[in-house]
């Protein structure tokens, strides 16, 4: 069987006629809750392979408690107890362990597109915890693991004389993706797992507590502006998953130009539903490529390995991407 990555899908323009329009319900036949994941196949992982060639091994992901208190105020970073039943054993446990509170994938019953429900018509009642419908345990029994494409837009947009200040929340447009990858010497391939480094994650964890009670306060983020570009530009160059070191993948707050007003109003027309519950994209958020972006700029090169292994939580919203490049 042709891998789905290898095989003929239809243009993002060509989705318009599906249903829920600009869905790509029902284009994976075989195993539709991995969503765009399928674009990563067997070809993929022996491409992603061929990336390695020093052994160098990078995790991508955030401690569990770096964001404390998260950017999200109805999250909290967890609280850590060690537990111990005699002097020689120790255990452990989590209290208040919200799984999308540090570096994490969303995984596709995160949102629900309005008026048509989960992705590929999933319905509501199957969203429950414990049951296996489009949970985050779809990537843990099967990781994701592709090439990874590292997209430097900070590296970009510096030497560009226009870098990035975090504090006002800039929205950047689709079209700083292919210029990062030209200035890069790279092209997207399909199944790439794509991660972009625009330098947010750092700043913010670097800020001194006042300036991140602002910018909480605020729910003010640097991302994607929205707009049909930024899910044309995924679906078209077939990327497996799409990953950022920003708090949301798009600009918060939403840019008051959104086509997405009236489609997804409960999300004050975020992308989200577009991203997520319409096209089945697994989205990275607030990875940690501060290392894998140190190494590409010191002549690394930009493509790795990449291996994205969620939790193993049947029915999971999201979880931690337990991500590592290797090169």
């Known amino acids: 069987m042709t891998d789905p990555a290898r095989r003929e899908v239809p243009t993002h323009a060509e989705l318009a006629g599906h249903h829920p329009p600009g869905s790509s319900w029902g284009v994976f036949a075989t195993d539709p809750e991995r969503g765009t994941a399928n674009f990563a196949g067997a070809d993929e992982v022996r491409d992603g392979a061929a990336a390695v060639t020093r052994g160098a091994v990078f995790g991508l992901d955030?401690?569990?408690?770096?964001?404390?208190?998260?950017?999200?105020?109805?999250?909290?970073?967890?609280?850590?107890?060690?537990?111990?039943?005699?002097?020689?054993?120790?255990?452990?446990?989590?209290?208040?362990?919200?799984?999308?509170?540090?570096?994490?994938?969303?995984?596709?019953?995160?949102?629900?597109?309005?008026?048509?429900?989960?992705?590929?018509?999933?319905?509501?009642?199957?969203i429950v915890a414990g049951g296996p419908a489009l949970g985050v345990q779809r990537w843990a029994e099967k990781p994701i693991v592709g090439r990874g494409l590292l997209v430097d837009v900070e590296g970009l947009l510096a030497e560009e004389d226009t870098p990035l200040d975090h504090r006002a929340g800039p929205a950047l447009d689709a079209d700083v993706l292919d210029r990062a990858v030209a200035r890069q010497g790279e092209r997207v391939r399909p199944g790439d797992i794509v991660m972009v480094h625009t330098g947010w994650a750092r700043w913010f964890l670097d800020a001194g507590h006042g300036l991140r009670d602002e910018v909480r306060a605020a729910r003010r983020a640097t991302g994607f502006r929205q707009s049909h570009d930024l899910p044309r530009w995924i679906w078209d160059h077939r990327v497996a998953v799409f990953a950022t070191d920003t708090f949301a993948v798009e600009v918060l707050p939403v840019d008051p130009t959104s086509p997405f007003a009236d489609s997804a109003p409960e999300d004050d027309g975020m992308m989200h539903q577009e991203l997520i519950a319409k096209l089945g994209v697994p989205l990275g958020e607030l990875w940690n490529l501060d290392a894998l972006v140190a190494d590409s700029r010191a002549g690394g090169g930009w493509t790795s390995l990449t291996v994205v292994k969620p939790l193993h939580l049947v029915g999971g919203v999201g979880s931690p991407p337990n991500a590592t490049a290797i090169r």
């Open 62 to 126: 955030h401690a569990l408690d770096a964001f404390d208190p998260p950017m999200a105020r109805a999250r909290s970073a967890p609280r850590h107890e060690i537990l111990s039943a005699h002097p020689e054993a120790r255990d452990d446990v989590l209290h208040g362990f919200y799984l999308q509170a540090t570096s994490q994938v969303d995984g596709l019953r995160h949102r629900r597109a309005s008026g048509y429900g989960f992705y590929d018509g999933v319905p509501d009642e199957a």
